[in-house]
């Protein structure tokens, strides 16, 4: 069973988060605080860490920074009122692996944390394979069957994010500001031009579709999912 530790102090908040996760299953821990998170993870393994960012003393983003010093794979997802630019690219660049903004939908973050585990298997495999398809991030290739398909890093980061999530839609923002320098002066619409070679480079196999949604992003569909 996995072990959920969510950190909110909101205790009304807190509590329904907590009910609603073992409800679809999960072991879960609720703290009021980052200190007494800190005491609760003491010797506990926890799989994935929800955590709010204004908190009595330390915040959020001061509690991500401490647990990726220890822990480099281990998903955490922000869920907040802050819905500034400025916050999420700093969360995002602490290496928080996902970010709500409340009030949220429970049901779309027991989405969101399905996702999450399924990456995290993948981090720790270090490899996607989707049919005939074969991504390496220790070495970097991409293989078609036997075929190497040749990559930049931006494009394969891309395709590993949307394979990563397969069915989940992404904006071209969100991936602009993943995968992007923030001072680029490139538009959202370069996202599509990256799209448009993506799915030139893998259009010999049918094991996933990189689908426009449109008057949003891109999703990547899998074969056994159509």
Not at 68 to 79: S, T, Y
């Amino acid at each position: 069973m996995f072990k959920i530790l969510v950190v909110e102090d909101d205790a009304q908040l807190n509590r329904a988060i907590c009910v609603f996760l073992r409800q679809k299953g999960y072991n879960v821990a609720g703290c009021l605080n980052v200190n007494e998170a800190y005491d609760t993870m003491y010797g506990n393994k926890f799989d994935l860490v929800i955590s709010d960012i204004m908190m009595p003393d330390t915040d959020g983003l001061e509690f991500a920074r401490t647990i990726r010093k220890q822990n480099e794979e281990m998903p955490i997802i922000f869920v907040t009122a802050k819905s500034d630019m400025f916050t999420k690219r700093c969360s995002f660049g602490l290496g928080v692996d996902d970010y709500m903004v409340k009030p949220i939908n429970f049901e779309e973050l027991s989405l969101r944390i399905s996702a999450l585990f399924r990456r995290a298997k993948i981090s720790a495999n270090k490899r996607i394979e989707v049919g005939d398809v074969v991504l390496d991030t220790e070495a970097h290739t991409v293989h078609i069957g036997d075929e190497p398909v040749y990559l930049s890093v931006r494009e394969f980061n891309i395709i590993y994010k949307l394979l990563s999530y397969p069915k989940k839609p992404f904006t071209r923002m969100q991936l602009m500001d993943e995968f992007w320098d923030s001072d680029t002066s490139s538009g959202p619409r370069t996202v599509d031009v990256y799209m448009t070679r993506l799915r030139n480079k893998f259009a010999s196999t049918d094991a996933f579709k990189i689908v426009t949604v449109h008057g949003l992003g891109y999703k990547a569909v899998l074969k056994d999912e159509e």
